[in-house]
C-alpha cells in the first residue's frame, strides 16, 4: 500500500474565504497544502471541500489526520513513514 509524504508535522493555519478548494492528500505538492497535480503518479486523490465562513481553519500537513484535510493533532504521534 502506498503511504503519503509527509509534508509537515504541524498544521497549516490559513485563513481562507469561503469557496471550493482542493486539499492535497498525497504529500507531494508544492503549493501545500492544496493540490497543483502531483498526484498524477499517485494512487492519491486530492480531497475536495468547500468553506462556508472566512476565518482561520487547520489544515493537515502530515495527511494521516482521520479528519481529512482538517488538522486532528495525529501528527503529534507519528513516527517516520517516510
Known amino acids: ?3 503519503p509524504v509527509i509534508a509537515q508535522k504541524h ?3 490559513i485563513e481562507l474565504e469561503p469557496g471550493t478548494y482542493w486539499w492535497c492528500a498525497c504529500g507531494l505538492s508544492k503549493s501545500q497544502p492544496f493540490c497543483d497535480g502531483s498526484h498524477s503518479r499517485t494512487n ?3 480531497v475536495e471541500f468547500t468553506i462556508e ?3 482561520i481553519y487547520s489544515l493537515c ?3 494521516y489526520s482521520k ?3 482538517f488538522c486532528d493533532g495525529t501528527h503529534r504521534e507519528l513516527v517516520d513513514k517516510e
Request: glycine letters at 6%; one cysteine or more; hydrophobic letters at 15%.
Open 53 to 55: 465562513e472566512k476565518k
Open 1 to 3: 500500500m502506498e503511504l
Open 11 to 13: 498544521s497549516y493555519k
Open 67 to 69: 479528519k481529512k484535510q
Open 61 to 63: 500537513g502530515c495527511k
Open 44 to 46: 492519491f486523490s486530492p
